[in-house]
Nanobody, 120 residues
Framework: QVQLVESGGGLVQAGGSLRLSCASSGSLFRINDMGWYRQAPGKQRELVASITSGGSATEADSVKGRFTISRDNAKNTVYLQMDSLKSEDTALYYC??????????????WGRGTQVTVSS
């Protein structure tokens, strides 16, 4: 069973930084695109950043210049470096990945989320 587990969330003061990690584990063969989403209470889930298997990264306009997505293919892990955090960044952050499992089956997986709270 393939699983994604997020970590690194917490409570920080506005202007501070956090680094989120998402580790993939299980009977996987290859990970294609990976991304970070977030959802605040009463709001729609939104894409924060994504990165292809080749390392081509994109960030949403709301976080561009402050957040950076990266990945370590050897560790099957994707990261989200968050700097200059604002109160509006407060949300539950989810990891998403397209994974080719052993047996050549492509599937999309979601983590359970890690909470990020920014105080002002």
């Amino acid at each position: 069973q393939v699983q994604l587990v997020e970590s690194g969330g917490g409570l920080v003061q506005a202007g501070g930084s956090l680094r989120l990690s998402c580790a993939s584990s299980g009977s996987l063969f290859r990970i294609n695109d990976m991304g970070w989403y977030r959802q605040a209470p009463g709001k729609q889930r939104e894409l924060v950043a994504s990165i292809t298997s080749g390392g081509s990264a994109t960030e949403a306009d709301s976080v561009k210049g402050r957040f950076t997505i990266s990945r370590d293919n050897a560790k099957n892990t994707v990261y989200l470096q968050m700097d200059s955090l604002k109160s509006e960044d407060t949300a539950l952050y989810y990891c998403r990945a397209q994974i080719l499992s052993v047996g050549a089956v492509w599937s999309t997986y979601w983590g359970r989320g890690t909470q990020v709270t920014v105080s002002s």
